[in-house]
């Protein structure tokens, strides 16, 4: 038992930690370099997205350096990532707009900002590149693949280019002219792909006589009315209704999913600057030391409490190896039990549940795990952060059970089969 103890400290210390993050900003500086034929190239832009790459890796690594600070560093880098996950951009703008306007009329518009829903006439059209096909607006994207120095695949944006022309939205009481310029074409499908040796093209398209969900600014042009970008709420664009309403049911879901993570992170953090120790497997809690509760009670005693702890959990959280291996592998038998249960058919629901609690949990407890090791922290820390991590969003998958399968039977629904089966040729007697 000691020899483990001794064994994964020195592996999963803080100084490993420190080696492991000084390696990975050496490596992904050397990815970023520049090759031959991108130095051949005429563009010369490959320092500077080399520089910006190296920048993006530098602040990386000191987001990972702040859980080598113990249970503050870690509480900081939760709530920095928060914060990150709450920057809306473009296209998180428009759906939030779009989640909370009405969509109006074309004959009742009024001036500001507007949904509208309506079909596309083209005034003037484009051809697009890839398929020529005669259009109002489209995205050309070009990928090219790169293999790193171990053989792994990983696609590069190369080219892109999106452009749109001024058209007509109508709807069954009216029109209204729209402005392209600053427009936002978003969850159009792919029209059409093409690979070529190691670039794949992409082409998206906004077609005419297509059924869209319009936001916009309205604004008086002379004795009409026009769509343009409302420059002051950042915010401009056009979806298909079709894939809207599916989108529309996923961000849904993502957004109770960022309220229970806010919750669990910020739970984990107050567990983590919480002074725990375990003796002779009993927990000790010395909440009097605990920060808030100094603040809160203002207390200066020392009292703490004291729970007694199963066999198998105080052997579980005396052992960093035991937890380690609990938090990285511990889905794959969980995965593998509730893929079989499922076929039984008074547990198939619940297995369902079960398993995606296991699949949602699954990304932060892999992380989690190897990020609190590598700060130093005991065992008891890793077991209760993983515990609240899996117990929060179990009550996420059954709270949410009935929506979450209707976005995934609605995503697999309209998803291609990956093969198309040979017609079966009956044997004539």
Same mark, same amino acid.
Request: net charge positive.
């Given at each position: 038992?000691?020899?483990?103890?001794?064994?994964?400290?020195? &592996?999963?210390?803080?100084?490993?930690?420190?080696?492991?993050?000084?390696?990975?900003?050496?490596?992904?500086?050397? !990815?970023?370099?520049?090759? /031959?034929?991108?130095?051949?190239?005429?563009?010369?832009?490959?320092?500077?997205?080399?520089?910006?790459?190296?920048?993006?890796?530098?602040?990386?690594?000191?987001?990972?350096?702040?859980?080598?600070?113990?249970?503050?560093?870690?509480?900081?880098?939760?709530?920095?990532?928060?914060?990150?996950?709450?920057?809306?951009?473009?296209?998180?703008?428009?759906? !939030?707009?779009?989640?909370?306007?009405?969509?109006?009329?074309?004959?009742?518009?009024?001036?500001?900002?507007?949904?509208?829903?309506?079909?596309?006439?083209?005034? !003037? +059209?484009? +051809?697009?590149?890839?398929?020529?096909?005669?259009?109002?607006?489209?995205?050309?994207?070009?990928?090219?693949?790169?293999?790193?120095?171990?053989?792994? /695949?990983? #696609?590069?944006?190369?080219?892109?280019?999106?452009?749109?022309?001024?058209?007509?939205?109508?709807? =069954?009481?009216?029109?209204?002219?729209? =402005?392209?310029?600053?427009?936002?074409?978003?969850?159009?499908?792919?029209?059409?792909?093409?690979?070529?040796? =190691?670039?794949?093209?992409?082409?998206?398209?906004?077609?005419?006589?297509?059924? #869209?969900?319009?936001?916009?600014?309205?604004?008086?042009?002379?004795?009409?009315?026009?769509?343009?970008?409302?420059?002051?709420?950042?915010?401009?664009?056009?979806?298909?209704?079709?894939?809207?309403?599916?989108?529309? /049911?996923?961000?849904?879901?993502?957004?109770?999913? #960022?309220?229970?993570?806010?919750?669990?992170?910020?739970?984990?953090?107050?567990?983590?600057?919480?002074?725990?120790?375990?003796?002779?497997? !009993?927990?000790?809690?010395?909440?009097?030391?605990?920060?808030?509760?100094?603040?809160?009670?203002?207390?200066?005693?020392?009292?703490?409490?004291?729970?007694?702890?199963?066999?198998?959990?105080?052997?579980? &959280?005396?052992?960093?190896?035991?937890?380690? &291996?609990?938090?990285?592998?511990?889905?794959?038998?969980?995965?593998?039990?509730?893929? +079989?249960?499922?076929?039984?058919?008074?547990?198939?629901?619940?297995?369902?549940?079960?398993?995606?609690?296991?699949?949602?949990?699954?990304?932060?407890?892999?992380?989690?795990?190897?990020?609190?090791?590598?700060?130093?922290? =005991?065992?008891?820390?890793?077991?209760?952060?993983?515990?609240?991590?899996?117990?929060?969003?179990?009550?996420?998958? &059954?709270?949410?059970?009935?929506?979450?399968?209707?976005?995934?039977?609605?995503?697999?629904?309209?998803?291609?089969?990956?093969?198309?089966?040979?017609?079966?040729?009956?044997? /004539?007697?």
């Amino acid at each position: 038992m000691d020899f483990l103890n001794v064994l994964f400290n020195l &592996v999963f210390g803080p100084f490993t930690f420190l080696i492991l993050m000084v390696l990975f900003l050496i490596w992904q500086a050397w !990815k970023m370099l520049p090759s /031959k034929r991108q130095k051949n190239a005429s563009s010369g832009g490959g320092f500077s997205t080399f520089w910006r790459g190296l920048l993006v890796v530098v602040l990386l690594s000191v987001l990972m350096a702040l859980p080598a600070l113990g249970g503050p560093g870690f509480a900081l880098l939760a709530l920095i990532i928060l914060l990150i996950s709450l920057i809306p951009g473009d296209e998180r703008r428009f759906f !939030k707009y779009q989640q909370n306007l009405p969509t109006s009329k074309i004959r009742s518009l009024a001036m500001g900002i507007v949904e509208l829903q309506g079909r596309a006439r083209a005034v !003037k +059209t484009l +051809t697009a590149p890839l398929s020529g096909r005669r259009c109002i607006g489209y995205r050309h994207t070009i990928h090219e693949e790169e293999r790193d120095d171990d053989g792994d /695949k990983r #696609y590069r944006l190369i080219h892109k280019e999106e452009r749109c022309l001024p058209f007509v939205l109508e709807d =069954d009481t009216g029109e209204v002219q729209v =402005d392209a310029k600053g427009l936002g074409l978003y969850v159009l499908p792919v029209f059409k792909e093409q690979q070529s040796g =190691d670039r794949v093209a992409r082409e998206y398209v906004l077609e005419h006589g297509a059924e #869209y969900l319009l936001v916009g600014k309205a604004v008086r042009r002379g004795s009409g009315v026009g769509i343009v970008r409302d420059n002051i709420r950042r915010v401009f664009g056009i979806a298909p209704v079709g894939h809207l309403k599916r989108r529309v /049911k996923l961000n849904a879901q993502l957004a109770v999913w #960022y309220g229970y993570t806010a919750a669990i992170a910020i739970v984990a953090a107050l567990i983590l600057v919480l002074p725990l120790e375990v003796v002779h497997g !009993k927990l000790l809690i010395h909440y009097a030391d605990w920060p808030p509760y100094r603040y809160l009670f203002n207390a200066a005693d020392a009292g703490q409490g004291s729970v007694d702890l199963p066999a198998s959990i105080a052997t579980l &959280v005396t052992t960093p190896g035991y937890m380690l &291996v609990l938090g990285i592998f511990g889905a794959i038998p969980a995965l593998v039990l509730f893929a +079989t249960t499922m076929r039984i058919p008074p547990m198939a629901r619940l297995s369902k549940m079960c398993a995606g609690t296991v699949a949602v949990s699954f990304p932060a407890s892999f992380v989690g795990m190897i990020v609190m090791q590598l700060a130093g922290f =005991d065992g008891i820390y890793l077991f209760l952060c993983w515990a609240i991590l899996h117990i929060g969003y179990a009550v996420f998958v &059954v709270l949410n059970y009935r929506q979450l399968a209707a976005v995934m039977n609605d995503y697999n629904r309209d998803d291609p089969p990956l093969r198309k089966r040979p017609p079966v040729r009956r044997r /004539k007697r």
